[in-house]
Nanobody
Framework: QVQLVESGGGLVQAGGSLRLSCAASGRTFASYAMGWFRQAPGKEREFVAGISGSGGGTYYAPSVKGRFTISRDNAKNTVYLQMNSLKPEDLAVYYC?????????????????WGQGTQVTVSS
């Protein structure tokens, strides 16, 4: 199984940037597609970005496309989410997730392992 630990959350002003990291356990990291999800207060968990096992394919929610970048370093068993031009509506707990398979999925039910989340707060 895979254990995931997120880090890098915090408080930033609107227009600022944060870089989230997700460290994974295991020896077959490249066989898992990875995703970032977020859950705002009182809202359903939503897909943010996904990346294929090799890192060659990415997909973004329309709300973050052009502002966020997902990447991975399979040698370090780590996936990243670079968040630029942050908006107050980006405030949420951000979760890292892994699925058994190399193809990106956009629904949380298709992911098998989850981190505990990291808080991102964006002030005006």
């Amino acid at each position: 199984q895979v254990q995931l630990v997120e880090s890098g959350g915090g408080l930033v002003q609107a227009g600022g940037s944060l870089r989230l990291s997700c460290a994974a356990s295991g020896r077959t990291f490249a066989s898992y597609a990875m995703g970032w999800f977020r859950q705002a207060p009182g809202k359903e968990r939503e897909f943010v970005a996904g990346i294929s096992g090799s890192g060659g394919g990415t997909y973004y929610a329309p709300s973050v496309k052009g502002r966020f970048t997902i990447s991975r370093d399979n040698a370090k068993n780590t996936v990243y989410l670079q968040m630029n031009s942050l908006k107050p509506e980006d405030l949420a707990v951000y979760y890292c997730a892994a699925r058994k398979g190399v193809v990106i999925a956009t629904t949380h039910s298709n992911y098998d392992y989850w981190g505990q989340g990291t808080q991102v707060t964006v002030s005006s």
